[in-house]
């Protein structure tokens, strides 16, 4: 059962556009909710978190929205840049499991010059 | 920075074999991940590990085991390797707070023939 899911498995934008990465989840009691992102032959490094007591969290291009009432995070790039192709994983957490991650299945993003 | 190393990048092994990856980090985490990541299935949690000596399993723990016996280090084990443990395995560590961010190292990349 996938607890975490993100059903687009790739998005292409063109350059300078919005990018929007989307997750679901079906789990109530995430308190946590994190975006990682991927290059191929690399580990995934950390890009943005929100705490359910928030609906939205900023950071430079990168802002992550939280509708609890729909189970559903979105991250959105603004403006997507070239380096940004990647592939997405949104992950989520309960508070009281020691940082255990439930991970989606990842997005792979293009951004087309 | 964060380092998380993992000991090999590509390693190939024939079905039967005892496999070991290793994996260390040098912030002196409590927490410890391992996870595989197969296309279209995301990051899946093997094992992880609180502190030395101590482990739990994840959400596909069935053919592995693991091994903590220094707070840096983090072993996973494939008693005997099967075709279907073909993966990109991935180790994590993190600090104990609520909130602490998952650091990987770049991955193992396992083919069993």
């Known amino acids: 059962d996938q607890q975490v899911k993100q059903n687009s498995p790739s998005l292409s934008v063109q350059e300078g556009r919005i990018s929007i990465l989307n997750c679901d989840y079906t789990?109530?009691?995430?308190?946590?909710f994190l975006w990682y992102k991927k290059y191929p032959a690399e580990g995934p490094t950390f890009l943005i978190s929100?705490?359910?007591?928030?609906d939205k969290n900023e950071d430079g291009r990168f802002t992550v929205f939280l509708n609890k009432s729909a189970k559903h995070l979105s991250l959105h790039i603004v403006p997507s840049q070239p380096g940004d192709s990647a592939v997405y994983f949104c992950?989520?957490?309960?508070?009281?499991?020691?940082?255990?991650?439930?991970f989606g299945q990842g997005t792979e993003l293009s951004v087309k010059p | 920075d964060v380092k998380v190393t993992q000991s090999s990048r590509y390693l190939v092994k024939r079905t039967g074999e005892k496999v070991f990856l290793e994996c260390v980090q040098d912030?002196?985490?409590?927490?410890m991940f391992w996870y595989r990541q197969d296309p279209g299935l995301g990051l899946r949690l093997i094992y992880f590990?609180?502190?030395?000596?101590?482990?739990e399993k994840g959400d596909i723990p069935e053919g592995y085991s693991v091994s903590r016996e220094k707070k840096e280090r983090f072993s996973l084990i494939l008693e005997s390797a099967s075709t279907n443990q073909t993966s990109m395995y991935l180790c994590?560590?993190?600090?104990?707070?609520?909130?602490?961010?998952?650091?990987f190292g770049p991955g193992t990349r396992l083919t069993v023939l």
């Open positions: 912030m002196d985490h409590e927490n």
């Open positions: 994590a560590s993190r600090a104990g707070g609520a909130t602490d961010t998952q650091y």
């Open positions: 929100i705490s359910s007591i928030k």
């Open positions: 992950a989520a957490s309960f508070n009281n499991q020691g940082g255990k991650l439930i």
């Open positions: 590990s609180y502190d030395v000596k101590m482990k």
């Open positions: 789990n109530s009691m995430f308190d946590y």
